[in-house]
């Protein structure tokens, strides 16, 4: 029989700096569970829901509707100097065509990155321009006490590295700043600067959740104050091996579990961010399994979730995540 537990997660989440005791549910005999405390609000790409994404617009919405902290992706122009973009290719966004490394930090200056955002029938950002701002902007925008997630995009790693190292130590904003990166490439290149706080590989939290959710078990917790982030629902293939073949299924899985939240928990103040989050029903499940932080394309729309929301928030039982 299950007693009460609480389980109480303290202190700062590292880079992400979420400060406060982040509290797992309250469980008794494995009945109902409260909250009382909820993720707080990442800004993805600095709100790509509300405004053209990573643009100081996008920054400035998402700061006045409350996010916690901003997570922006960076890539290197011409001349070497980290700007705010994702997509590989201008013409996915803006009114140019071709990678932002082929124009200088002035060029993208003048380029809209606001070209293609929609809002209904409209595009209002082709009367207002918003340029692709530098990385150095983006930290002055930015009040001193939020966090900021940096996502590292191009490659090679090293010359991207360098040119974000150099600006953080300019800017002395090494301690409102963690690093992600889809590529391992990253972990190795940040490993040299000891002030970095660097998510781990997603290659390593994807492995542990997928051997978690086959019943393969928790054989390689992440290390004490590791960060981490993936998915809440992925689209997956599974690829099973059979003697003359193979067999592929595709599924929407839920990362995020009871069982693989307790793993990533093993280890003292790991902290876990479950990326595309973004209804009431989503943020209200992660809220109830514990999760840190949530990220969001429109914090406008989460922050009026998360302040609807009656507290203590009642979860269902501890095999499951939903609220009640």
């Not at 490993?191 to 928790?218: H, I, M, W």
């Not at 902290?271 to 809220?287: E, F, K």
Request: proline share 7%.
């Amino acid at each position: 029989m299950l007693s009460s537990v609480r389980l109480a997660v303290c202190g700062s989440i590292a880079g992400l700096m979420l400060a406060g005791c982040a509290l797992m549910p309250t469980t008794t005999n494995g009945g109902p569970a409260t909250v009382t405390s909820l993720p707080r609000i990442i800004a993805h790409r600095g709100g790509t829901g509300d405004a053209p994404e990573n643009t100081l617009e996008a920054i400035r919405q998402s700061i006045a509707n409350h996010a916690d902290a901003m997570w922006l992706t960076v890539q290197l122009s011409k001349d070497g100097v980290p700007v705010l973009y994702r997509p590989a290719d201008l013409s996915a966004l803006t009114d140019a065509k071709g990678p932002v490394s082929a124009f200088t930090v002035a060029e993208l200056a003048s380029v809209n990155a606001g070209w293609r955002f929609r809002s209904g029938d409209a595009y209002p950002y082709r009367d207002h321009p918003a340029g692709i701002p530098t990385l150095r902007e983006a930290l002055r925008a930015i009040p001193p006490a939020m966090p900021i997630i940096l996502d590292m995009k191009a490659l090679p790693a090293a010359p991207q590295t360098q040119a974000v190292a150099r600006v953080l130590d300019e800017e002395n904003a090494w301690s409102r700043v963690s690093i992600y990166s889809t590529e391992a490439e990253y972990q190795q290149s940040f490993a040299g600067y000891p002030r970095a706080k660097v998510f781990e590989s997603r290659d390593a939290t994807r492995g542990r959740l997928v051997r978690v959710l086959l019943n393969q078990g928790c054989v390689d917790a992440p290390a004490e104050h590791a960060m981490t982030a993936f998915e809440l629902h992925r689209a997956m293939t599974v690829v099973e091996k059979f003697t003359l073949g193979e067999g592929r299924s595709d599924v929407n899985a839920t990362l995020w579990t009871p069982a693989t939240v307790a793993c990533f928990r093993q280890k003292p103040d790991v902290r876990i961010v479950a990326i595309a989050v973004n209804d009431g029903g989503d943020y209200r499940t992660a809220a109830c399994l514990g999760i840190d932080a949530v990220l969001a394309d429109s914090p406008s729309r989460m922050a009026a979730v998360r302040d609807g929301i009656p507290m203590p928030l009642r979860c269902a039982a501890a095999n499951g995540a939903g609220a009640q």
